[in-house]
């Protein structure tokens, strides 16, 4: 019996849905903190306090269920997918606390070794050291950290600042939820699950170190509520949309072939219904296409927008890090939707 045996949300992302801890916190506030940047009252990646003129401290925290079979594996992407939201603040890593939920009576305690391990390879890519923990004896395993990052406080990435005459980059291809949920199924080939598996273990380090080189408006993460879910979060409250080419964003090996035998990931329906009708020109797509662009994704690239006259020149950056990264659409005047062409 694999990892994925023991989730009942395996190939869903690393998130249950839209809007979950938001409705917990709905109506909820909290007192004025000095230096606070950012908080729960914003949808961004991380929380960001103002240390001094210099520094700023990122906090974040994910964990989620296994959704490959491999312990090792897994453990490297639930390291990558947690140390991701510090990266899409434009900040580095420097501390992880581990988070552990495992079946002792039902688990082989070399899984959770291995799980660890794997963790502990993302993290020593991120040279950021892991401090401590916490486990607790639950009944499916579950693995995340809470990282501290570090950046200065003039230059933190927002989410939802996004300017006129600035054109998207995506740093990964997409497809993972779909590829996963295939695998749990029996249906996912080797070839695509190993390369599902290579972009989620996959730190985006380098493109956020190449991004900090650019003028970077806004920036995010691909992860649970999918591309247009999160780009959705970008363009909230702006004055501008964003401009989706479809035949532009890329794909994972055979992200295609799973939306059209329809293994789509429960969090693609509640992204779809929770985020649609911010969206144009979802008629004139396919609904395979539609469900591809909707996919949750665990430990996906950075969604960025640069100034459109340094967006190539950023790509070609990226591309020769060896960031798999693609223009996929553009700032328009709008107010704040999202428009597929």
Known sequence: MGLTSYSRFAGCGAKLGPGVLDQALCGLSQRKFPGLLADFSRSEDAGVLRLDDERALIHTVDFF???????????????ANALSDVYAMGGSPSTAVCLVGFPVEKLAMALLVKMMEGGLS???????????????????P??????????????????NTIKGGEEIILT???????????????????????????????????????????????CTDVTGFGLLGHACEMASGSPCNIRIDTSAVP???????????????GGTKRNKSFRLKFITGEKTADEDLVNILFDPQTSGGLLAAVKA?????????????????????????????????
């Open 65 to 79: 269920p296994p959704i490959v079979d491999d312990a090792f594996t897994f453990g490297r992407i639930a390291a």
């Open 122 to 140: 993302a993290l020593d890519d991120a040279d950021c050291p892991l401090v401590g923990g916490h486990s607790i004896d639950d009944t499916e």
């Open 142 to 159: 579950k693995l995340g950290y809470a990282v501290t990052g570090i950046v200065h406080p003039a230059k933190v990435w927002l989410n």
């Open 172 to 218: 990964k291809p997409i497809g993972t939820g779909l590829i996963t949920t295939a695998a749990k199924a029996g249906k996912a080939s080797e070839e695509a699950l190993t390369a599902a598996c290579q972009s989620m273990s996959f730190l985006n380090r380098t493109a956020c170190e190449v991004l900090r080189r650019f003028p970077v408006s806004a």
């Open 251 to 265: 794909l994972l090996h055979s992200a295609r072939d799973y939306a059209l035998m329809k293994t789509i990931p």
């Open 309 to 341: 006259g340094e967006a190539d020149a950023a790509l070609q950056a990226l591309r020769k890090a060896g960031v798999p990264a693609a223009i996929i659409g553009e700032t328009v005047p709008g107010a704040g939707q999202i428009e597929l062409t």
